[in-house]
């Protein structure tokens, strides 16, 4: 019987979360979800150095937004735990004794000040494996003396090492390349490198689903492997995301090209639903379909290693737009007003319906933080000009309608019951009596109150949101312009 799928998710709490890494706790939750399998969220937090106050709530929460559900990891439990590494130092120490005891490791007792010899002018340079065969009497006196070591691991001198990336293919290394990396530090904090192998083959991960970056220091983690006698996991390496510059360079996505976080995104005004849609097709996409929009539901049900791409994906913002709009507009009506009266309302004064002019918007905007740029012609009286009195098709120009304007000034203005349905029939009644195009009676109007050539909504809908007085206000200066 095959074993149940594993999948981790092992983020460096680093104070905010990268797209691209939501993007991999993503593929690596869908991969287990996809076949049934566990998820499990660790905390990678050994490197004391960058530690950043209240980064894990940042992981958590992103998590939580999106609807990542981990079986085990932090405040969830489990099994396996802790999900802390900082948590963990023992186990580190011991599966370090264990390595030294079978000769796979060593203490490394060299100074500080011995490493900086061994570097060349560009400052780079590797170990010379100088303690790789001290006596034991030489070791235990160092111990016992407290001289400060670390531990590493003892690379083999010849041959390659080798494996198969599930989307890169074989990735082969010398292993004359390889350092005798250090596992445990100075500090008795262990590395990455070696720490995270520890974790995976304990907490039964079976696939290990994580960026490029590592992908050609996994030979490393596959002798680790060796070394201890554990089979290795399947790896599966992302490719990089990237954004595209003015000028259509490409390059890694990085903070000149946008948001490059999950929290200012949502800050921005996109829906986590509609950004994980979005990340979950950037590397990735489902067999025979075209298929865009996808529930977390449906992702669960389609994903599979076979759709990944090795080449890298560019982050489009617009695209990303798209498929927000397209969220916004599916988003039932009271979830869309929590979200975009309490922008309007710090934005418009009082007189203004917010909650007509929110109806106005839904379908129009792409995020929400596009809203201010979209309502500036409520919040302020825009400059006119006006050419925006002529329309070809209804036959309007300045002359033609500032005759209507005046005419149904004291129209509306006799109005009590201002709303759209009201304002309606009441212009339609004058354009019959006049027999004029009711195109031609509302473009005069619109244009009137809404002072740009193009508005979210026509002349009664705005006027409903402007409100009686602020509408007649407005009508008033358009004919005192056109005077
Ligand atoms: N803590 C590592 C990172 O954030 C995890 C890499 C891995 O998934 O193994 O890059």
Request: one cysteine or more; aromatic letters at 10%.
């Amino acid at each position: 019987m095959s074993k149940t799928i594993t999948t981790r998710f092992a983020p460096s709490p680093t104070g905010f979360m990268h797209i691209g890494n939501l993007r991999t706790a993503l593929y690596s939750y869908l991969l287990a979800k996809s076949q049934g399998g566990k998820f499990i969220l660790r905390i990678e937090d050994t490197d004391q150095v960058r530690l950043v106050e209240g980064a894990s709530d940042v992981i958590l929460n992103t998590l939580k937004m999106t609807g990542i559900d981990y079986d085990e990891g932090p405040v969830v439990g489990g099994e396996h735990g802790p999900y802390v590494q900082s948590e963990r130092l023992p186990i580190y120490k011991e599966y370090a004794e264990k390595l030294i005891a079978s000769g796979n490791a060593y203490y490394c007792f060299c100074t500080p000040e011995r490493l900086e010899s061994l570097k060349d002018e560009n400052g780079i340079g590797g170990y010379d494996g100088h303690c790789r065969n001290l006596s034991n009497e030489e070791i235990e006196k160092n111990l016992t003396a407290g001289v400060p070591y670390v531990i590493r691991q003892k690379m083999p001198d010849e041959g390659t090492t080798s494996y198969v990336d599930e989307v890169y293919g074989e990735v082969e290394i010398d292993n004359s390349e390889l350092r005798d990396q250090i596992m445990i530090k100075a500090d008795g904090y262990p590395t990455y490198n070696f720490c995270h192998v520890v974790d995976d083959y304990l907490m039964g991960v079976t696939h290990v689903v994580r960026g490029n970056e590592y992908l050609t220091s996994t030979p490393k983690y596959c002798l680790l492997y060796d070394a201890f006698g554990w089979e290795r996991p399947t790896y599966v390496h992302l490719p990089l995301l990237m954004g595209k510059d003015d000028e259509g360079k490409v390059s890694k996505l990085s903070k000149r090209h946008g948001a490059v976080s999950f929290q200012d995104l949502v800050n921005d005004g996109y829906l986590p639903e509609a950004i994980v849609n979005y990340i979950a097709l950037l590397g990735w996409c489902p067999k025979d379909s075209n298929q865009e929009i996808f529930s977390m539901a449906e992702l669960k049900e389609n994903f599979g290693i076979g759709g990944l791409s090795k080449s890298p994906a560019v982050f489009d913002y617009e695209k990303l737009k798209w498929f927000n709009s397209e969220y916004i507009k599916a988003l039932p009506d009271d979830a869309y007003e929590e979200k975009a009266l309490p922008i309007l309302n710090e934005l418009c004064e009082e007189h203004i319906d917010t909650k007509k002019l929110a109806v106005l918007l839904h379908t129009r905007i792409a995020y929400f933080g596009e809203i201010e740029s979209f309502i500036g012609f409520v919040t302020s009286r825009l400059p006119m000009t006006s050419d925006l009195y002529t329309n070809k098709k209804n036959k309007t120009n300045p002359e033609n309608c500032k005759e209507v304007l005046t005419d149904c000034l004291p129209i509306l203005e006799a109005v009590e019951n201002w709303n759209n349905d009201t304002l309606f029939a009441v212009l339609k009644e004058y354009a019959a009596a006049k027999e004029k195009k009711a195109g031609a009676v509302m473009w005069a109007i619109r244009v009137a109150v809404g002072r740009q050539a193009i508005t979210p909504g026509g002349a009664t809908e705005l006027m409903e949101v402007f409100g009686k007085a602020e509408s007649i206000e407005r009508i008033k200066l358009a004919i005192e312009e056109l005077a």
